[in-house]
């Protein structure tokens, strides 16, 4: 979860934080947020920490190794789940062969991945939505950059186009996991084309920002701050209408397989594969998806609805307002995001295919579906909190009906400190209870994927192992900025929320 290199709708370095500067001695307030029109301004400071180079994922050899270990230990698990049962074997010449063939790109792998690149390219570009402002760019003098989100818009088409051609019999659902090597592969190679493009594009038209020297690092971290084709933000598009809505496909391919498979065994068997509604003038399919891919069904369309829905947030996020658009990003959200979250669907169904399925008992599966659907709200929830507290601190917060809204996404009276810098740091709803809840939530969301399939493969628990991983550097590094930021207030912020993660533990 989670783009980026985690899930695309984590937040920036802190909670609240937007960079307009009004100097005040207040400290703390209960007020409530009216929708403010002062125009953003920005300081020396705020350019100098934005040109600051500082090297992590361990500098050059380390990004350099993530770069050349990733799309390997893609393949690797790629092969153990479709040759080994999602055991973790070691690697002989003959595995990788087999592995190889199993992923060989092909002409119709490549058609299926860049069409959908094209389309989502093509409706982020010409489908209607709203128009937000982005956080002030420092190296663009403060200006506030326009971002169409028409997320929703574009959702609801893909949904409409997908059930077309599945039940038309053009294209129909379960060819993506028919194709998944090869489609893993063409998203890996295409990764890597526009990683380098971008770069070199960055040097040939100068555009780079924030440039170690390195090329390496430079080519991991990104050297375009704000890449974009027309109106099309290109970190965005690829943040949001790639790496999520490419999850949410294989897992649909995946529950729909599994259904024909079990379809064909209802009809060999003589079973009824329909239920008669009113009299039997309607004759409903019965749904033959086992519970654990229902549930990961579940979990990945919870998901990317929320980025959609929500999408009007991401443009103050610190991965658009901050990170460049490098191989941390593109190959990220091109690939990673889409062929490695999806470990669990994929285990699911091929035990299925080895009839051998996954089961669990009804109170397993309820009280699992339970902790997704909490920790769900509680990541919803507290990201709607804090974004839109930073878009009414902003005069940016654009009311939406998107579905859906849940109770307590918006604080009508939030506390907050007011920081000597000028932003306010949130103290209010969740932010209250933990510094980093919605990462908690993220977190827990991402283990109960894993815990789905059962204990029989690490494989399903790389997601949330890797995830883990992340985040705490990440919450490192916003430990460090923000101390270097804030000074004397992030301290006071620290003991009024004197948790992490976890309340009353971490």
């Not at 500067?21 to 953003?40: D, E, F, G, I, W």
């Not at 999806?342 to 699911?348: A, R, T, V």
Request: hydrophobic share 45%; with cysteine.
């Amino acid at each position: 979860m989670g783009p980026n290199i985690i899930a695309g709708v984590t937040a920036p370095d802190s909670n609240g934080i937007g960079l307009r500067q009004r100097a005040t001695s207040q400290k703390k307030s209960s007020a409530p947020t009216p929708v403010q029109r002062l125009a953003p301004k920005h300081s020396q400071s705020d350019e100098d920490l934005d040109s600051k180079v500082m090297y992590e994922f361990g500098g050059p050899w380390g990004v350099t190794a993530l770069m050349l270990l990733m799309p390997l230990l893609m393949f690797y698990f790629l092969g153990c789940l479709e040759f080994h049962g999602g055991k973790l074997v070691v690697p002989s010449p003959a595995f990788w062969e087999q592995t190889w063939e199993f992923c060989r790109p092909n002409r119709h792998a490549a058609v299926l991945y860049m069409g959908f690149n094209v389309v989502q390219a093509f409706t982020a570009m010409t489908l209607p939505g709203v128009v937000v402002k982005g956080l002030p760019v420092p190296s663009l003098q403060g200006k506030q950059l326009d971002y169409l989100c028409n997320g929703v818009a574009t959702w609801y088409f893909d949904i409409v186009i997908l059930c077309v051609l599945h039940y038309t019999g053009i294209l129909r659902l379960t060819e993506i996991m028919d194709n998944i090597g090869p489609i893993m592969t063409v998203a890996i190679l295409w990764g890597i084309f526009v990683t380098v493009a971008i770069y070199v594009w960055g040097i040939v038209t100068k555009t780079t920002h924030r440039m170690s020297g390195n090329t390496f690092y430079d080519l991991f971290m990104g050297a375009i701050l704000n890449p974009r084709i027309g109106n099309l933000d290109l970190k965005i598009w690829s943040e949001i209408r790639i790496p999520w809505k490419l999850l949410f496909l294989i897992t649909a391919s995946a529950a729909m397989k599994e259904h024909d498979i079990y379809t064909e065994q209802a009809i060999e068997e003589g079973l009824d594969t329909t239920y008669s509604l009113l009299g039997g003038l309607l004759e409903v399919p019965i749904c033959r998806t086992s519970a654990p891919l229902l549930f990961m069904f579940l979990a990945h369309i919870l998901y990317v609805n929320a980025c959609m829905k929500g999408e009007e947030c991401i443009p103050t996020t610190w991965d658009i307002f901050y990170e460049k658009w490098g191989y941390m990003l593109i190959f990220w959200n091109f690939a990673g995001v889409p062929f490695s979250y999806c470990y669990s669907s994929i285990y699911i169904l091929n035990r299925s295919l080895q009839g051998n399925p996954v089961t669990h008992s009804n109170a397993y599966n309820t009280v699992l579906f339970c902790v997704l659907v909490a920790a769900y709200y509680v990541w919803d929830t507290a990201n709607s909190q804090k974004n839109r507290f930073r878009m009414k601190e902003r005069g940016t917060y654009v009311e939406r009906n998107t579905f859906p809204q849940l109770p307590w996404g918006t604080l009508k009276k939030p506390t907050y400190i007011q920081t000597k810098h000028g932003n306010k740091l949130l103290t209010g709803g969740w932010w209250g209870v933990a510094r980093k809840i919605h990462y908690t939530a993220d977190l827990t969301m991402a283990m109960s994927w894993g815990l789905m399939t059962g204990f029989d493969s690490f494989i399903p628990y790389f997601y949330v192992c890797f995830f883990t991983a992340v985040l705490v550097h990440r919450v490192g590094r916003d430990m460090v900025h923000c101390k270097e930021k804030y000074g004397d207030d992030w301290d006071e912020y620290c003991r009024t929320v004197p948790y992490i993660f976890i309340p009353l533990i971490f």
